[in-house]
Structure formats: structure tokens, C-alpha cells
């Protein structure tokens, strides 16, 4: 995840006005990191785009409230949620066991998987399990079959990840119990470096979230990567992304879980889904 | 308290076995500096070769050094020529871009010590030598290079030092040298002051190493 | 997002343009640079303060700090300070009961690891200049009957100034080159800026390339301004 500078970028997100002036209702401040595309991004005049700039003003306005959206470093945000310098996070933020002490999680608004993504000539692109839905709790033969054609498809191969993201904590676990070959990882400080090596051909795949990959793949230079192998969810990389809240502020936390339902149901989240990752990240458009 | 004794342990034994990177990466750049480095010096001398080495050392010492990694190992390479040319194999691997942008950025800094112990070899030796009849080889074998050697050896111990210092520069092009295992244990560990420290004391280590027997080659050439 | 833009857009100041974004960068280059100066004269004139100390231990301490700053790469000390930072300030905050403060501004941890750094290599520089002031000609001034403004101006800043300017104006430019590790800290400085627009236009030539011009302009302008200030400094002694 690209870290962005501290400076808190200001943005009073538009269409948040109308009626939430009326009374003495409090502005809400969303942290989110601004550096972290398609989720969220700073463009190049300041203003942050992005699938939770969008979605978050279409949930403001459902609530009638006044919302301004602030980017911020990931290491500090939710000591900034707890200190009440911000209300909520709105940053992917993957639902995971360890998070949940400090964070009260909403109801997960997308459910992304993390793929591999090769260049077209790669053998990785003959890993086989192509697309299928691979959770990473599960158990059995299946899963175990499963887990060794992915062990023998990737022994060998030079996969570079992000450094102190989810992914290479999967990759250590997978390949860190076993003899004989396993994988060399290659570490990258930002997505851009790893990228222009996966492009290159110095590494031979990555593992990333494939809500990233999708609309890297529609670019021009992506056009030469393809996704193989296996969709992952659970263990390591989480059950889906949600805002996060103060564990103390229940209230809050009702008030969206109620509009996320709304935007649910009448199809706010797929549309928006498709237009930033070029997918359905709705929970629940994921199938087995 | 034995489970953080056993951390340092196993991170100490780490950056030990990255060390070899950091050696070789050194040692390599510092042979390769100081080569091109005479060469350029030498490149001075002549008419045509005044401006070229003028526009390498501006250019190399007026940059950042991470900026030249980053321009060699992303920026070079992704150039049609080199991408689909002979040279790929050298160029795919991180370890030779890093020795490429470190000799081509102390060569630089190297010359210009170089040349300024050039300029201070008293010009009465030269024309002493000459009237000795000397040929010009023989001048520059025993008058001036002696000379140019003792009086340049302070400054280039300076600048092998900032070299070894700069070989850490090399991590951020994933090659994984003492800083970049170092980098990878605090990513997986979040123990960040121990494992930072024990990677300084390596580099301190070899860069008091280093003055050290500088000085002492110093007090022999002073003999 | 960028494919097949040509040059003039993708480096000019349009919606798809990173032309304000590198010039932004080199500005932030210039402020961690001009932070790192001044955090850096300070804390070298207080270091060669200490070593000049009679405290022996405050003279060692501080011969300690110059030994290890200058021996230790300056990219680990920019890593020391961005990532152990907010543990040394939770750790601080928790012994005054208060909730960890998260992480600090990265154009502050720029500007204190880069100004540390530099600290160790001005305070070498000050102790040079201090040593090209014979106590003779103090005592002379003294002598004389020049108070201690008059001692300053006329008989030492001229030539502790003289001698301390040219190296001042090398570790500035170390200064400038060395922010560029501060992109590390993800501080979008120059560095960062070309680092982040090669990787999102994958044009990685092209803004490393700019960067490079960029970034000899900023030193090749300081030079001169260095030289021009040395002139006015002779001038100032009295002209050669």
C-alpha cells in the first residue's frame, strides 16, 4: 500500500450539503489513506477519486449528514480514530481476527480476492484452478489438493509482493513447513516499482488484490498480464472489506450499517464495483 | 527476555549471511570507481575528452544517487535496446544495476579527487624529471603517480567510506544487502530500534575498519 | 490511465499532467533540505560546543555521535527515524499516561533524519573554522578595546566565515541529494513524485530523466549562489 504524506488533504465532499445543515448535526471526518487505487487516490490537483470517495458521498447523503473526507498515513489513522481526530476509516480496510480488538468493523460493503497475475508467455499462466473461489480457512482434501498444485505451479518462481502487505505473509505460510523448493520473494516499497519488474519480466508473478489487477489488465502495458490460478479469500487476507469504527461508538456504526444495506440491495455497490475494479465486489457475488 | 535474546540472535545471524552482498557490492564498485575514475582524469587531459568527463562528473555528483538506481534499474532497462538487447541478462539482474549506478556515481566524486592531487603535484618535479630525460611513461610512473597517490589518499579514504555507506542505497532496488534484510525483519517482526541498530553496528564496523587501515597506509607512505 | 500520452502532456500542468506535482516535489526537496540545514547548524554548532566542553564525557558523547553518524548509512538513519519513530513517541506518551500519538509529519522526520546527519558533518566543519582564528588576535582585539560585537564582526565571523563556507556549501548539497532518501518516509518530494508517476504512466525514462534535470538545476543554482556568497563574504573582510 502506497504510504501517503501525513498533510491531511482537506475535501469537503460536494453533494453532502442539501439538508444536513439543518440542526446542529456534527460534520463527520473520514480518514482514508488518499494512495491506494482504485479504492482511493489523490489525483493531481488534490482532490481524492476513487470507488470510497464516490460510495462514502452516496452514504452521506443517505444519511443526511456533512461529511469531509481526510487522507492520512496508514500508521497513524486509527490512532487518529481513537484520539476522535476522524469518526471512521473508509481505506479497504480488510476484515481480519487481530483488527477486530482495536477496530469495530461495519457490515463489509466488498469482498475482493487475492489472485496471481503473470505475463501472457509465463508458464504461471498454466497454473490451473483458473478463477475458481479458494478460501483460505477451509479444510479437507480438496482445499489440501488444492493448496499443493499451487505449491508445485509456484515452487521455484520469483514472486514479488508488496513489502508488510497481507500477501507475503500468505506466501511465507504456504511455503514455510515444507522441503525442497519453495519460492523467492521479491520485496517492493510501492505497487508502481513492482509493476514496471512484473512488465519487465524480472519477476516472474505477483499476488495482489484483484481489485487492482482488473483495471491494471484494461491499460495498455497491463494488456500483456493475465490472472491464473486460484481466487483467495480468508486467513490471511481477510473476509472482506468494511469502515471501521470506535468500538465505543455503537450509534454510529447502526446509523451506516443500515444505509450499507440499502446500498446493498438496490445494486449502488455493484454498480459502483464494476465501474472502479471492473467487478461485482459485493459480499456475496463471490461463489464457490 | 530469552525469546528477545533468541530475536536478536536470529537477526544478527540474518544480517551476517546478507553481508557478502555488501562486501562484494563494495569492493566491485570500488574497483570499478576508481578505474573509470582514472579514466576520466585521464579523459581531462585531452581536448575532446575535457567536455565529455565534465558533463559525466556534473551530472553524477549533481543527482541523488537513489534517483541514478532507480534510473538504471527501472529507467535503462525498460529502453528497447537494452529490454531486447544482448545486455538483458546484466541488466535483469538488481544486483548488477546496483554496481552499475554505484561505479558511474563514485567515479565521479573519485575524479574530482583525483584531479585536484593532480593539480597539487609541484610542477617543478615534472619539468625536473623532464630535464632528467625522462620519457613521459617513466614521468608519469615515478613522479607523478607516487606523488598523486600519497597526496590523494585522504580524500579517496573519504569517499570509499560514503561508497560503503552508499551500498545500502542498493536495497531499494531489491536487492537484498544488509540494510534489506534488515528492512524485511522489521516488516515481519515490528521490532524496529533493535534490528536498525544491529544493521548500523555492521556499517560502523566496516567503515571504522576501513579509516583504520587507511590511516595506517598513510603513516607508511609518510615514512 | 496514461497510455499513449505524449511527452508535453504527461509532463505539462494538465488534469493528466505531472507537471505541478514535480514542481510541487521540488519544492518540498528544497523545504527538507533547508530544514536539514538549519536543524543541522544548530545541533553541529551545540556538538563542537560540547567537544570544545571541559566535560570530558560531554566531549566524548559528542565525538561519539560524529563518529556514528558519519560511519552509519544516512538511508538507515532515515529508516530508523520513520519507522521507530511512532514507538519512541507511543512509548514517551505512555509514561505520561496519554494515548500513542500515531506518527509524526514525514516532512519532520525528513528534515530531523537528514539534519542529523548533517549536524555530524557541520560541526566538523565548525571546529575547522574555529581552529583559523588565532587566540592571538582576540586578544589583540581585546587589546585594543573592540567590545565583543566589534571582536565578532570585524575579527572573527570574516574569517571563520571565509573558512566555513565553501564546505557549508558541500554538505548543502548533500543536503539536497540526500532528501531524496526521505522518499522512503512516502513525503511526495521530488523523488517520490517521479518514482510514483513512473510506476502509474510505466514512462519510467522519461520522469526519472526530468527528475534528474530537475534536481541539477536545484544544485547547479545553489553553486553559483554559494560562489556569489563567498565573494561578498571576501568583500566583507575587507576585499582581497
Not at chain 1, 121 to 126: E, Q
Not at chain 2, 30 to 46: E, K, N, P, R, Y
Request: hydrophobic letters at 50%; glycine letters at 12%; a positive charge.
Amino acid at each position: 500500500m502506497i504510504r501517503a504524506g501525513a498533510v491531511a488533504l482537506a475535501l469537503v465532499l460536494a453533494g453532502c450539503h442539501g439538508d444536513a445543515l439543518r440542526g446542529d448535526v456534527r460534520e463527520l471526518v473520514i480518514g482514508t489513506e488518499g494512495a491506494y487505487p482504485p479504492w482511493n487516490f489523490t489525483r493531481a490537483d488534490g482532490s481524492l477519486g476513487g470507488f470510497e470517495p464516490e460510495y462514502l458521498r452516496d452514504l452521506c447523503a443517505r444519511l443526511h449528514r456533512r461529511c469531509r473526507m481526510v487522507a492520512m498515513d496508514w500508521d497513524g489513522m486509527i490512532g487518529a480514530l481513537q484520539t476522535g481526530k476522524i469518526d471512521l476509516i473508509a481505506d479497504a480496510v480488510q476484515i481480519t481476527p487481530e483488527r477486530a480488538g482495536v477496530l469495530a468493523f461495519g457490515r463489509p460493503y466488498a469482498l475482493t480476492t487475492g489472485v496471481i497475475a503473470t505475463l501472457r508467455g509465463s508458464p504461471l499462466a498454466r497454473l490451473g484452478d483458473d478463477g475458481v473461489t479458494m478460501d483460505l480457512d477451509g479444510k479437507g482434501p480438496a482445499f489440501a489438493a488444492m493448496t499443493d498444485r499451487l505449491r508445485k505451479g509456484l515452487a521455484g518462481k520469483v514472486i514479488g509482493v508488496e513489502l508488510s502487505g497481507a500477501f507475503d505473509t500468505f506466501l511465507t505460510q504456504t511455503f514455510a513447513d515444507r522441503a525442497g523448493p519453495g519460492v523467492s520473494i521479491r520485496y517492493y516499497r510501492t505497487m508502481g516499482e513492482r509493476d514496471l519488474d512484473l512488465l519487465n519480466g524480472r519477476i516472474d508473478a505477483t499476488l495482489e488484490d484483484e481489485s487492482y489487477i482488473r483495471p491494471l489488465l484494461a491499460t495498455r502495458d497491463g494488456a500483456a498480464l493475465v490472472m491464473a490460478g486460484p481466487r483467495m479469500i480468508g486467513g490471511s487476507m481477510g473476509r472482506g472489506e468494511a469502515l471501521a469504527f470506535r468500538p465505543g461508538d455503537p450509534g454510529l456504526r447502526a446509523q451506516f450499517d443500515r444505509v450499507i444495506g440499502d446500498t446493498l440491495a438496490d445494486g449502488t455497490v455493484r454498480r459502483l464495483g464494476l465501474k472502479w475494479f471492473r467487478i461485482d465486489a459485493a459480499p456475496g457475488a463471490v461463489r464457490r | 527476555m530469552s525469546e528477545e535474546l533468541a530475536f536478536l540472535a536470529a537477526t544478527a545471524l540474518a544480517i551476517v549471511r546478507a553481508l557478502p552482498i555488501t562486501l562484494v557490492l563494495s569492493l566491485s564498485s570500488a574497483i570499478g570507481a576508481s578505474m573509470l575514475a582514472a579514466v576520466l582524469v585521464a579523459a581531462q587531459q585531452t581536448r575532446i575528452g575535457r567536455p565529455l568527463a565534465h558533463v559525466w562528473i556534473f551530472v553524477f555528483r549533481g543527482t541523488p544517487l537513489l534517483l541514478q538506481m532507480f534510473m538504471v534499474y527501472y529507467g535503462v532497462a525498460a529502453l528497447g535496446p537494452i529490454r531486447h538487447g544482448v545486455l538483458w541478462p546484466l541488466f535483469r539482474d538488481p544486483l548488477f544495476c546496483a554496481w552499475l549506478a554505484l561505479t558511474c556515481c563514485c567515479s565521479a566524486y573519485i575524479a574530482e579527487v583525483l584531479r585536484a592531487a593532480l593539480a597539487a603535484v609541484p610542477t617543478g618535479q615534472i619539468e625536473a624529471a623532464k630535464a632528467c630525460g625522462m620519457g613521459r611513461g617513466t614521468r608519469v610512473r615515478r613522479v607523478i603517480m607516487p606523488q598523486m597517490l600519497r597526496l590523494a589518499l585522504p580524500a579517496y579514504g573519504n569517499e570509499l567510506v560514503m561508497l560503503i555507506k552508499s551500498t545500502s542505497l542498493a536495497s531499494t532496488i531489491t536487492v537484498v544487502d544488509v540494510t534489506g534484510v534488515a528492512q524485511l525483519v522489521i516488516a515481519h517482526s515490528y521490532r524496529t530500534i533493535e534490528v536498525f541498530c544491529l544493521a548500523a553496528a555492521v556499517y560502523l564496523a566496516l567503515t571504522a575498519g576501513l579509516t583504520a587501515l587507511l590511516r595506517r597506509i598513510e603513516r607508511g607512505l609518510a615514512q | 490511465m496514461s497510455d499513449d500520452l505524449p511527452i508535453a502532456t504527461l509532463l505539462g500542468f494538465g488534469p493528466d499532467g505531472w507537471g505541478w506535482a514535480l514542481v510541487s516535489g521540488a519544492g518540498l526537496t528544497l523545504a527538507v533540505a533547508l530544514g536539514a540545514m538549519a536543524i543541522g547548524t544548530l545541533l553541529g554548532a551545540l556538538l563542537t560546543a560540547a567537544q570544545a566542553s571541559r566535560a570530558v564525557w560531554l566531549a566524548r558523547a559528542a565525538a561519539a555521535y560524529g563518529v556514528i553518524l558519519r560511519g552509519v548509512p544516512e538511508l538507515l538513519v532515515v529508516l530508523l527515524l520513520y519507522f521507530g519513530a511512532p514507538g519512541m513517541l507511543a512509548a514517551g506518551a505512555a509514561l505520561f499516561g496519554l494515548p500513542p500519538p500515531g506518527s509524526p509529519p514525514a516532512l519532520l522526520t525528513g528534515c530531523l533524519a537528514i539534519g542529523l546527519v548533517s549536524a555530524a558533518y557541520q560541526a566538523e566543519v565548525f571546529r575547522g573554522g574555529m581552529l583559523a582564528v588565532p587566540r592571538g588576535q582576540i586578544e589583540a582585539a581585546m587589546a585594543a578595546g573592540m567590545g565583543p560585537f566589534a571582536r565578532f564582526r570585524r575579527v572573527i565571523a570574516p574569517q571563520v566565515l571565509h573558512h566555513v563556507l565553501p564546505p557549508l556549501g558541500n554538505i548543502w548539497q548533500f543536503n539536497l541529494k540526500d532528501s531524496a532518501l526521505v522518499s522512503i518516509a512516502g513525503l511526495a518530494e521530488l523523488m517520490r513524485v517521479s518514482l510514483v508517476a513512473a510506476g502509474s504512466t510505466r514512462r519510467p525514462f522519461l520522469f526519472f530523466a526530468t527528475a534528474m534535470v530537475l534536481y541539477l538545476v536545484m544544485t547547479s543554482a545553489s553553486t553559483a549562489l554559494f560562489r556569489l556568497a563567498e565573494r561578498r563574504g571576501q568583500r566583507w573582510a575587507g576585499g582581497r
